[in-house]
């Protein structure tokens, strides 16, 4: 009986290896509030769909849905992640 190498038929576990060397992949709703992020600084609200968003994040049209409900749940949460750290440095401050 022949024996197979481990390379020859790929487990679950040995597929992210090359993603292993790089790190382990950002969670879909991280990578959703970066590139929401990133595209309503340069674009504005409205002049950005949740099309454009899920393709500058890599994810697929239902992330939005899942993770946020809304596109303007979207923007709620990119304006907190934002705001809720910079309130808690400022009430340290007084």
Known sequence: MKKSSPRASPSP???????????PARP???RLLDAA???FADRGYNGVSVRDIVAAAGVNLGAVPYHFGTKENLFKEVFY??????????????
């Open 13 to 23: 576990a040995g597929r992210g290896r090359a993603g292993a060397a790089r790190g």
């Open 28 to 30: 879909a709703r991280e």
């Open 37 to 39: 992020e990133r595209l």
């Open 81 to 94: 992640r934002r705001a809720v750290p910079l309130q808690r440095e400022r009430e340290a401050y007084l």
